[in-house]
């Protein structure tokens, strides 16, 4: 008679499982789910107000509001931030057991780690939603391409911040220090935010940082999104999509090979 042996669930349920774990785990926080969605608010009601006065200079849009052109680069920010709490959020778990666990049990490597991806999309995705309609409610965003077009901006720094996090998600496989992958983290993001088309126009920076900024890859996703909003042109959303695809399947196979290392060492 042969003996029937269960092999663990299919590849789809463990990650629908662990990813309604992380989001279960995120949601027994409630501070930390309300600082993660006041951050990204004060820094719109902050650079909004810094950086307003640019509206009367040459490189600066005609008719353009700085709301309408800020917000879309916000959308972009935020979700880059968000992108390295998904890195921290694993440190974390290595460190508290979880993942000692699950190692335990008769899942795939993977699925943890697209589990926590997912989890930490959704949560950006209500952060992004949040920002959007405080700007439409507190500072009059009202971009061109109307709700369509901000969706869009939305549905691609969804996908900017996806990649992102797989990157995030592969130095703290290989890193496992919750200070080090801040700092890390953190040395990664500041050149990326402020040497970008961002928060000011490209034209308006010194020199050598327009030369940064035009090499910067941050710099052709919040243009994407902007063109987006505002209904210009749309130009590099295509470059931003197939270099997030790129980014995300790098970042998916050292992440990989950095999680199946023993936790141990």
């Known amino acids: 008679m042969a003996t029937l042996t269960w092999h663990g669930s299919s590849y789809p349920t463990q990650v629908l499982v662990l990813t309604g774990r992380s989001l279960r785990a995120l949601l027994r926080t409630p501070l930390l789910v309300f600082f993660s969605v006041l951050q990204p608010l004060i820094m719109l009601t902050l ?32 979700a880059m931030q968000s992108s390295l709490a998904s890195g921290i959020g694993l440190v974390q778990d290595m460190s508290n057991g979880v993942l000692a666990r699950f190692r335990s049990l008769p899942i795939r490597p993977s699925t943890v780690l697209l589990a926590r991806n997912l989890s930490d999309a959704v949560r950006t995705a209500f952060q992004l939603v949040l920002m959007i ?34 990157v995030f998600i592969a130095i703290a496989a290989w890193v496992r220090k919750a200070e080090l992958m801040q700092t890390v983290g953190f040395l990664a993001m500041f050149p990326l935010m402020f040497a970008s088309s961002a928060f000011v126009p490209v034209g308006g920076l010194p020199g050598w940082l327009q030369a940064v900024a035009k090499v910067n890859p941050l710099t052709y996703a919040v243009d994407a999104a902007r063109s987006l909003a505002l209904a210009h042109p749309v130009t590099g959303v295509a470059g931003a999509l197939a270099t997030s695809g790129v980014i995300a399947v790098i970042g998916a196979f050292f992440a990989v090979r950095g999680f199946r290392r023993p936790l141990a060492l």
């Open 47 to 78: 650079f909004s107000q810094i950086f307003g006065s640019i509206t009367g200079t040459a490189n600066f849009p005609p008719g353009m509001s700085y709301i309408d052109y800020l917000l879309p680069a916000i959308l972009v920010n935020t």
């Open 133 to 166: 309609a405080f700007g439409v409610l507190v500072f009059g965003f009202r971009p061109d391409g109307g709700m369509l077009g901000t969706l869009a901006a939305l549905g691609l720094a969804l996908v900017v911040g996806w990649a992102l996090s797989w």
